[in-house]
């Protein structure tokens, strides 16, 4: 997934940003739970174990 598909995902989920403040929150290393949980649902990741 680039930052390009990240932002190119529906607003219902909830990224509704430029392709450079995503790119920014997520090199920055500073993300909330919330944004976390957006790009996983964009990816759709279905294995959530660590």
Do not use: H
């Amino acid at each position: 997934m680039t930052y390009a598909g990240l932002v190119e995902r529906p607003v219902a989920i909830g990224i509704d940003d430029k392709e450079a403040n995503v790119r920014n929150k997520l090199s920055g290393g500073k993300i909330t739970a919330a944004f976390l949980l957006q790009c996983l649902t964009a990816i759709e990741t279905t294995d959530l174990r660590l």
